[in-house]
């Protein structure tokens, strides 16, 4: 952070943002990595990068932020809303395929609480139709899904250095590039449609306008914030991986005896402990839940709304029985405390909390 400062560089692709990308380059094996303003501008990014024009169908899971739609309705598209599976709450690989026109130029696929979607399937379906899949990775930063790093997978991926995620600079985000094809063209794009980068590298001796483009990078700054955090990789993880399995620990016998289900994180996944989610019986008894939990002082909350019946998703023909398991998920899905400085005592207190509750419903 210091050094930030002291070295007197304060806008982006400084020597901490360059620290930034070849951490995450050779970490994860990517070719390029870009750090951007949040994974929103990651998600816009790659919406221009895949040249999405007015009239294009994008294939979005219901179950998301709503970044992931977003970022290509503002180029026109119109998003086409999949369904997710009960037990991963990942794109349900096996109703991909309905969805898949001759209009579809896109996948986005979130590998939800960083437990990698089905991509051996998602990735043959996408290729026998041309279409190319980019991963919204912003929970699963050093995930894996069969040896592979979550984000290494689609032709683009992105994540996200929110506040909320496992590592943080406030805001931020990436943009991971696996097709080299998009290398040139995304550094131009980050920097408002010029070739910036190649000037400040001594490839061109001027830049000026090329393409259509915008501000995606970050302060040193915050590269600097980000830079301190993904060094303590280790140290994060395994601290997250003892929250999560205390709560497993703690929770799997109640859990079971009260019919609640908790995340499922299959075999050949390695996930990377980004939240713990609790799925209880119907809404009725998640409101009773939360409200129950806030009067003993703990904090839980929900998400996500179905994108396909928000106004904007109606207003893309989207209605009630579209998605039929993201609507009865989200009505019951409840997460509970996870962050970094979270205490063994904390998570006691939490524990006991949930016992002490008395179901209301069957
Ligand atoms: C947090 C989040 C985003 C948005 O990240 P920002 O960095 O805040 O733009 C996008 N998609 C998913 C799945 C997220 O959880």
């Not at 991509?119 to 699963?140: C, F, K, Q, S, T």
């Not at 009773?288 to 806030?294: D, E, G, K, N, T």
Request: charged residues 25%; negative net charge.
């Amino acid at each position: 952070m210091q050094h930030a400062v002291v070295d007197g560089k304060l806008s982006g692709d400084g020597q901490f943002t360059q620290k930034c990308h070849a951490l995450l380059e050779n970490q994860l094996g990517v070719g390029k990595a870009l750090l951007t303003t949040s994974c929103t501008h990651a998600l816009e990014m790659a919406a221009i990068l895949l040249e999405i024009k007015p009239g294009d169908e994008v294939i979005i899971p219901s179950f998301t932020f709503v970044s992931a739609a977003n970022a290509f309705v503002l180029r026109g598209a119109r998003p086409v809303f999949a369904d997710i599976r009960a037990d991963t709450l990942n794109l349900d690989e096996t109703k991909l395929e309905e969805l898949i026109t001759s209009r579809t130029k896109a996948i986005v696929v979130v590998h939800y609480a960083g437990v990698g979607c089905e991509m051996d399937a998602i990735l043959e379906i996408a290729g026998r139709h041309g279409v190319p899949v980019v991963e919204d990775n912003a929970h699963g930063l050093l995930g894996k899904y069969k040896e592979r790093y979550l984000g290494t997978m689609g032709c683009l991926a992105t994540l996200s250095f929110h506040e909320t995620k496992n590592f943080t600079c406030g805001e931020g985000g990436a943009l991971l590039i696996n097709d080299p094809r998009y290398v040139e063209r995304a550094e131009i794009i980050r920097e408002k449609g010029t070739q910036r980068s190649r000037f400040f590298r001594g490839e061109v001796d001027k830049y000026t306008w090329m393409d259509i483009g915008s501000s995606y990078l970050p302060s040193e700054i915050l590269a600097a914030f980000l830079y301190a955090q993904l060094e303590a990789r280790e140290v994060i993880q395994s601290t997250r991986k003892r929250i999560w399995e205390y709560y497993h620990e703690h929770l799997k016998d109640w859990a079971r005896d009260r019919n609640v289900q908790l995340p499922a994180v299959p075999s050949h996944c390695e996930q990377p402990y980004h939240m713990f989610y609790l799925l209880v019986s119907s809404l009725a008894e998640r409101q009773a839940l939360i409200a129950h939990l806030s009067a003993c002082e703990i904090n839980s909350v929900f998400h996500y709304l179905p994108l396909h019946l928000s106004s904007m998703g109606r207003g893309f023909a989207g209605k009630e029985g579209d998605c039929p398991v993201t609507e009865d998920v989200s009505d019951r899905l409840v997460r509970l405390p996870f962050y970094n400085e979270l205490t063994e005592a904390d998570q006691t207190r939490v524990v006991a909390a949930l016992k002490d509750f008395k179901r209301i419903s069957g």
